[in-house]
């Protein structure tokens, strides 16, 4: 599993939720393909979840979301991580930079566009 946008290593994954999308021509064999490609990068004791769902738009592509708990990532914070302080420090001088222009983030931290 290779994404450029992201830095994120799933093999330590122990919960992963898995869902294939494609057109009405999407096979079962293939869902269940991505399915195993996953299952073979995480913990051999992980608890997948999948589904498959039927997406008119997508044509001949399949889009794969996956959502997965206990990854590895310096991005990632964890009980054991000392403090996300300095983080926090940095989200709000980000907010009070892009305060002007309306964009940074709201009281709950969700991005403003």
Known sequence: L???LIDVSI???RNILINVSGSADLQL???????????EQVHPGAEI???ALIVPELEDRLRVTIIASGVSSPYV???GT?????????LG???Q??????HGFDELGIARL
Request: net charge negative; hydrophobic share 35%; no cysteine.
């Open 97 to 102: 930079d892009e305060g002007e222009s309306g």
């Open 2 to 4: 290779q994404n450029p």
């Open 29 to 39: 064999a293939e869902a269940k393909r991505v399915v195993e490609l996953v299952t």
């Open 49 to 51: 979840i999948y589904g």
């Open 82 to 90: 000392e403090s996300v302080a300095p983080l926090a420090d940095e």
């Open 93 to 95: 001088e980000l907010e």
């Open 11 to 13: 093999e330590n994954a």
């Open 77 to 79: 914070f964890d009980a």
